[in-house]
């Protein structure tokens, strides 16, 4: 059985005295006879009722998709009210640009926060999302201004608070004595291939002569309850690496 014939056109769907709406198609059937669509647009509130076929001689949808663009970005559907385009066409989906979110400025409510956190509870995100994911992130170098801005929004905010530290310090006593699992091969792979070709934060840096809590650059913690002059300090103290404290510690 053969494969009916595909067909591509540009169209232009209408109220009669009213908003109007740009659109391709693609249809086996004439596009003349393509009488009962009128767009795939999301404003409820437009109700066509008639349709122009502006173009209907493409070899493929990529072409009609190319002369839709032009159309809309012509008469700028987007901002201009005569037109219930609610986003621009692009080659691979839609573009929201130029459109003021319907919910812009306007705060969540503690229910509307609640809903959406019950509903993210237990759902789990497929391998293939995972992959794309990693796959946009990876590789991605972060502006001096980006870093910049990311820096001061942490600045005087505590790495830890209080009753973190202490489920912490509950999860470390039940801990005690236990032998760690060490990391399988195939995470080893992973952690050695993650950290190739990074620069350690301290490379270059000269370390201070004066250590401890004499250092003028050193700085008081607070580490499971205890205040400490500076980190060497709270290390030799707990027995704890110098790493693990700067992770946990909260500065003062």
Partial sequence: ??????????????????????????????????????????????????????????????????????????????ENPHFANRAYQTSTGFSRKGMTPHNKGQKMSDEQKKKLSDLCKGRKVSEKTKEKLSKKIKGRILSEEHKKKIGESNKGKPRQTKEGLERLRKLQEERKGKPRK????????????STKGRTPWNKGKPAPEISGEKNPRAKRIEFEGIVYGCIKDASEKTG???QYIKKYAVYL
């Fill in 182 to 193: 060490p990391h399988s091969l195939e995470s080893r792979i992973k952690i050695s291939e």
């Fill in 1 to 78: 059985m053969e494969t009916p014939q595909e067909y591509h056109y540009v169209y232009y769907s209408y109220e009669e005295y009213g908003r109007g709406y740009f659109g391709s198609r693609s249809c086996r059937c004439l596009p003349e006879e393509d009488i009962k669509y009128f767009g795939s647009f999301k404003d409820k509130t437009f109700k066509p009722s008639l349709k122009i076929i502006l173009k209907d001689d493409y070899a493929t949808r990529e072409e009609a998709y190319a002369d839709e663009i032009i159309l809309q970005e012509y008469y700028k559907v987007v």
């Fill in 240 to 242: 704890r690496s110098r």
